[in-house]
């Protein structure tokens, strides 16, 4: 049976609270907790450094903290990520010169592996990195910003993505960012991915166990 994994992206929190908001999704059900970088560089946006990491870890959170770098170069902050209390690190293949040396750096400094693909990169770039990888993180949105739409086209890459999986068999968790719902969390499952990044949907409620709480109830009625 697989187990799924929700993982709140904190870039929804109230930052105000950031510690108080990670104890509390937690608290409501959330496995992991999601920490989305953001450079300004790659991305059109400016977000969050190693020291807020630090500051949660420190603050007393002991669930994992999946970073999510979107960054560009990837390896130093690789380091201090993982100095910072970092459990995963996924990084995006364009933002690299050497992919599979900043894998194996991820791993060096004793985390979990990812490599994240936006909505047009292309599945070839996880040829020859099997090995290397723990964590495939499918954008479901073009990286940048919170709250965006999610675009269902991604289910065909989301697909084929766990065909090549299950084809080199790998256990490698597939996780899928952007736009996740309680209304399409299902479909996304279907689809292949195991682990659901969202910020919005839960921390824009009133009340988060009721927004997860329903999220596992929906992924319980999958039949396949």
């Known amino acids: 049976m697989t187990y799924y994994i929700i993982a709140p992206s904190l870039l929804a ?7 108080e908001e990670a104890e509390a999704v937690l608290a409501a059900g959330a496995d992991v907790l999601h920490l989305d970088v953001m ?5 059109p946006n400016l977000t969050v450094g190693p020291l807020v990491c630090a500051a949660l870890r420190k603050f007393g959170i002991k669930a994992p903290i999946d970073v999510h770098l979107m960054v560009t170069p990837v390896d130093h902050l690789i ?4 100095e910072a209390g970092a ?7 364009e933002a690299s ?12 400094n004793g985390c979990k592996a990812g490599l994240a693909l936006n909505p047009a990169t292309s599945l070839n770039h996880l040829d020859y990195l099997w090995d290397k990888l723990d964590m495939i993180l499918i954008m479901s949105v073009n990286p940048g910003f919170g ?11 989301v697909s084929n993505t766990k065909k090549l999986i299950n084809a080199n068999n790998k256990n490698i968790r ?11 969390i299902a479909t996304v499952a279907k689809a292949g991915a195991d682990m659901f990044i969202a910020g919005s949907a839960i921390f824009n409620q009133s009340n988060y166990a009721t927004v ?9 009625k999958i039949i396949f």
């Open 87 to 93: 459990t995963n690190i996924s990084f995006h293949p």
């Open 174 to 184: 597939l996780a899928v960012d952007g736009g996740i719902t309680i209304d399409n």
């Open 212 to 220: 997860i709480t329903e999220m596992r109830n929906q992924l319980e």
């Open 39 to 43: 450079d300004n560089h790659y991305v």
């Open 147 to 157: 709250g965006q739409k999610f675009i269902s086209s991604i289910l065909d890459k």
């Open 79 to 82: 380091d201090k990520f993982a």
């Open 13 to 19: 929190a109230d930052f105000a609270r950031l510690g």
């Open 97 to 108: 010169l050497h992919v599979d040396r900043s894998l194996d750096l991820i791993r060096k």
